[in-house]
């Protein structure tokens, strides 16, 4: 029998006989690997490819080359997907089981586990669920193998004809060209599939049904409307556990419900969605974040602008985002037969700033920043809170700058991003640098030397400073690179935060230009950069991180005054004057309630101090302070706490 050779990824090469499996490999290495193994990667023995040619296989695939193998375990990032896109799977199985005359979609792995859509008459309920998710469990114990199976393509068509299963015939038609169609089979249930799967149902174990949703078929507005049902899914269940239990937490930390609790802001129908009310508390927090950016702003040699909020469409068709953006802006607007838009962007307003005058290279780096509001017309089901709205003002910056200029603007770029992190309370964050296609250059703006030039400055910025990255490649938006920064927030969730982002492609259309030291006219570079992404989005943010409980320099409310009784209202009264002499927002509670009653209040309205005033205080000119989450602090001089409260909030504590 003729014999293959396969390369381990420790460089030991084992040579078996053809048509031998990954699986029977792992168990030739140790019946530990056997039962752990997952799925397999293989990849071409030719050293140029690199890996590239790889791909991921079932463990039962037989081998019929020479390939370099590696046996995926629960240890393997790849892993865990396939193990979802098989729950996905068993999901499907079970559905069908109890629900035979359901219609099938698709059905993939995402981020956490698992969905499938599903056409059924009823709606699925959450008993619907229950009874689902005790069938998947019962499946996964009989441990069915998942097998694949290859049918010519017009069989396979006509299986599902006779299954009366139409969006998989429709899916077989339009993405198979080989003659052979790929299958999966878990029991009785058979799916169009590429694969891979792991090998059995017996090793789904950490799952949980979570929701069901609405969703078109392929996600088109105007196809059939289909039922989603969602999954999560991990190795362990110590993993979903911790999943469920951040699952929960995320929700204790909705900055919806507690926008509206500690009333911050609202949404209000009568007004439409998506655009958002900032209530008083709301609006103080938000002027707290807007002196402290302009602040820096200034500081760091930025110059201050304002730009109107409608401007001549004409303005957007030089821009371009008539062509590529027009689905997100809303409809033009008829002035003196004229057509005016609703800005969806900054940019073209911070252009016709530096276009105003010729500018001379001694000017350059030009840095324009603008807290500028824009209105983008963001579909309803998409809206969400602070996150995705339809008005929403962007801390926005345009750089004009000369090319010996960029890498040392880039660089204080990322040092300002990381000022915004540690200032409002974030350690911990991840960086990706998004580049080109290289293999489809038509796609994009700019030459093959002006993306080597930018994306080489990103780079060796980030690597100079000592920035670990992530590299995107063709994740870069048309006009050029960029690097985001996304930040952790408490509960280990990741937000896109900081982008800064090349264009060659407005400077262009603009006709951007700078006299050189040499006398002759040049082009700019420009760079976009923004650091909250938007002042709601990051307000949303910053009330979900913290819980509504903002630290004290970010509090609304920094002080409560609660007086034991009516008789020490005149020292309360005192006490508060004294706080906001020194400049402090303080409240008083002179409600006739009991003290508990007010100290509960004070804790919902997430205050960060509480302070207690009776006769003991009143003849002491003392406080008993009370924090919001670390409990009684005992009796203070006023004087003494004044003191503290100041250098906590002149120092930013967190």
Same mark, same amino acid.
């Given at each position: 029998?003729?014999?293959?050779?396969?390369?381990?990824?420790?460089?030991?090469?084992?040579?078996?006989?053809?048509?031998?499996?990954?699986?029977?490999?792992?168990?030739?290495?140790?019946?530990?690997?056997?039962?752990?193994?997952?799925?397999?990667?293989?990849?071409?023995?030719?050293?140029?490819?690199? &890996?590239?040619?790889?791909?991921?296989?079932?463990?039962?695939?037989?081998?019929?080359?020479?390939?370099?193998?590696?046996?995926?375990?629960?240890?393997?990032?790849?892993?865990?997907?396939?193990?979802?896109?098989?729950?996905?799977?068993?999901?499907?199985?079970?559905?069908?089981?109890?629900?035979?005359?359901?219609?099938?979609?698709?059905?993939?792995?995402? #981020?956490?586990?698992?969905?499938?859509?599903?056409?059924?008459?009823?709606?699925?309920?959450?008993?619907?669920?229950?009874?689902?998710? !005790?069938?998947?469990?019962?499946?996964?114990?009989?441990?069915?193998?998942?097998?694949?199976?290859?049918?010519?393509?017009?069989?396979?068509?006509?299986?599902?004809?006779?299954?009366?299963?139409?969006?998989?015939?429709?899916?077989?038609?339009?993405?198979?060209?080989?003659?052979?169609?790929?299958?999966?089979?878990?029991?009785?249930?058979?799916?169009?599939?590429?694969?891979?799967?792991?090998?059995?149902?017996?090793?789904?174990?950490?799952?949980?049904?979570?929701?069901?949703?609405?969703?078109?078929?392929?996600?088109?507005?105007?196809?059939?409307?289909?039922?989603?049902?969602?999954?999560?899914?991990?190795?362990?269940?110590?993993?979903?556990?911790?999943?469920?239990?951040?699952?929960?937490?995320?929700?204790?930390?909705?900055?919806?419900?507690?926008?509206?609790?500690?009333?911050?802001?609202?949404?209000?129908?009568?007004?439409?969605?998506?655009?958002?009310?900032?209530?008083?508390?709301?609006?103080?927090?938000?002027?707290?974040?807007?002196?402290?950016?302009?602040?820096?702003?200034?500081?760091?040699?930025?110059?201050?602008?304002?730009?109107?909020?409608?401007?001549?469409?004409?303005?957007?068709?030089?821009?371009?985002?008539?062509?590529?953006?027009?689905?997100?802006?809303?409809?033009?607007?008829?002035?003196?037969?004229?057509?005016?838009?609703?800005?969806?962007?900054?940019?073209?307003?911070?252009?016709?700033?530096?276009?105003?005058?010729?500018?001379?290279?001694?000017?350059?780096?030009?840095?324009?920043?603008?807290?500028?509001?824009?209105?983008?017309?963001?579909?309803? &089901?998409?809206?969400?809170?602070?996150?995705?709205?339809?008005?929403?003002?962007?801390?926005?910056?345009?750089?004009?700058?000369?090319?010996?200029?960029? #890498?040392?603007?880039?660089?204080?770029?990322?040092?300002?991003?990381?000022?915004?992190?540690?200032?409002?309370?974030?350690?911990?964050?991840?960086?990706?640098?998004?580049?080109?296609?290289?293999?489809?250059?038509?796609?994009?703006? &700019?030459?093959? #030397?002006?993306?080597?030039?930018?994306?080489?400055?990103?780079?060796?910025?980030?690597?100079?400073?000592?920035?670990?990255?992530?590299?995107?490649?063709?994740?870069?938006?048309?006009? &050029?690179?960029?690097?985001?920064?996304?930040?952790?927030?408490?509960?280990?969730?990741?937000?896109?935060?900081?982008?800064?982002?090349?264009?060659?492609?407005?400077?262009?259309?603009?006709?951007?230009?700078?006299?050189?030291?040499?006398?002759?006219?040049?082009?700019?570079?420009?760079?976009?950069?923004?650091?909250?992404?938007?002042?709601?989005?990051?307000?949303?943010?910053?009330?979900?991180?913290?819980?509504?409980?903002?630290?004290?320099?970010?509090?609304?409310?920094?002080?409560?005054?609660?007086?034991?009784?009516? !008789?020490?209202?005149?020292?309360?009264?005192?006490?508060?004057?004294?706080?906001?002499?020194?400049?402090?927002?303080?409240?008083?509670?002179?409600?006739?309630?009991?003290?508990?009653?007010?100290?509960?209040?004070?804790?919902?309205?997430?205050?960060?101090?509480?302070?207690?005033?009776?006769?003991?205080?009143?003849?002491?000119?003392?406080?008993?302070?009370?924090?919001?989450?670390?409990?009684?602090?005992?009796?203070?001089?006023?004087?003494?706490?004044?003191?503290?409260?100041? #250098?906590?909030?002149?120092?930013?504590?967190?």
């Amino acid at each position: 029998m003729e014999n293959i050779h396969i390369t381990m990824p420790d460089g030991a090469i084992r040579e078996v006989p053809l048509g031998t499996s990954a699986g029977e490999i792992a168990q030739q290495i140790s019946p530990r690997l056997a039962k752990e193994a997952l799925v397999a990667r293989i990849a071409s023995l030719d050293a140029a490819s690199n &890996g590239a040619d790889s791909e991921l296989v079932d463990l039962r695939r037989p081998l019929d080359h020479d390939v370099r193998l590696a046996i995926l375990t629960p240890k393997d990032p790849e892993a865990i997907q396939v193990l979802r896109h098989s729950a996905a799977h068993l999901l499907a199985a079970a559905v069908l089981e109890l629900f035979p005359n359901v219609k099938l979609g698709i059905g993939p792995p995402i #981020e956490t586990g698992f969905f499938y859509d599903f056409v059924r008459d009823e709606p699925f309920t959450p008993e619907d669920l229950e009874r689902i998710e !005790k069938k998947m469990r019962e499946l996964a114990a009989q441990d069915i193998p998942n097998e694949r199976k290859m049918l010519p393509k017009p069989e396979a068509i006509e299986l599902y004809r006779k299954w009366d299963q139409g969006f998989k015939c429709e899916l077989v038609e339009e993405k198979v060209v080989e003659p052979m169609v790929s299958f999966y089979t878990t029991g009785k249930f058979i799916d169009f599939c590429r694969g891979p799967h792991i090998p059995s149902t017996g090793r789904i174990r950490a799952f949980k049904l979570m929701s069901v949703a609405g969703a078109y078929w392929k996600g088109q507005e105007g196809n059939p409307q289909m039922q989603r049902i969602y999954g999560a899914c991990f190795y362990t269940q110590a993993e979903l556990d911790d999943y469920l239990h951040k699952l929960e937490e995320a929700k204790r930390r909705d900055h919806r419900r507690l926008g509206q609790e500690l009333d911050l802001f609202s949404i209000q129908e009568e007004a439409g969605p998506g655009l958002i009310f900032w209530h008083p508390k709301g609006g103080l927090v938000r002027k707290l974040m807007e002196d402290w950016l302009r602040d820096e702003l200034l500081r760091r040699g930025y110059d201050l602008v304002y730009t109107p909020h409608i401007m001549r469409l004409d303005l957007w068709k030089t821009s371009g985002h008539t062509d590529f953006y027009r689905e997100n802006m809303f409809g033009p607007v008829e002035v003196e037969k004229a057509e005016y838009q609703l800005k969806p962007m900054n940019c073209p307003g911070h252009i016709l700033i530096y276009k105003s005058r010729l500018r001379s290279y001694r000017e350059l780096p030009v840095r324009l920043a603008e807290l500028g509001t824009v209105y983008r017309y963001e579909r309803s &089901g998409v809206l969400h809170g602070l996150l995705r709205v339809r008005g929403f003002t962007q801390d926005d910056a345009h750089i004009f700058c000369m090319p010996e200029q960029i #890498e040392s603007e880039i660089e204080a770029c990322i040092d300002f991003a990381f000022a915004v992190m540690k200032t409002f309370g974030f350690s911990q964050y991840v960086v990706e640098l998004s580049d080109w296609d290289q293999a489809h250059p038509e796609n994009y703006a &700019g030459s093959s #030397e002006d993306w080597a030039r930018s994306t080489g400055a990103l780079e060796t910025t980030l690597t100079r400073l000592g920035v670990p990255f992530k590299r995107m490649e063709g994740e870069a938006a048309f006009y &050029g690179p960029k690097i985001d920064v996304k930040l952790i927030d408490a509960i280990g969730r990741s937000w896109q935060l900081t982008t800064v982002q090349f264009d060659f492609n407005l400077p262009g259309r603009f006709g951007l230009e700078y006299v050189g030291e040499d006398g002759n006219r040049h082009r700019p570079l420009m760079v976009h950069r923004a650091l909250w992404g938007s002042v709601e989005r990051f307000f949303g943010i910053l009330i979900e991180h913290y819980a509504g409980a903002f630290p004290a320099w970010l509090a609304p409310v920094q002080a409560e005054v609660l007086p034991l009784s009516e !008789k020490f209202t005149e020292y309360a009264r005192k006490v508060m004057a004294e706080l906001r002499t020194a400049g402090f927002r303080a409240h008083l509670d002179d409600r006739n309630e009991k003290l508990q009653a007010k100290i509960r209040d004070a804790q919902m309205q997430k205050i960060p101090y509480m302070l207690i005033v009776g006769g003991k205080e009143a003849e002491a000119g003392t406080v008993s302070v009370r924090h919001q989450s670390k409990g009684d602090l005992g009796p203070r001089p006023l004087a003494e706490f004044l003191s503290d409260l100041r #250098e906590q909030v002149t120092s930013r504590a967190i």
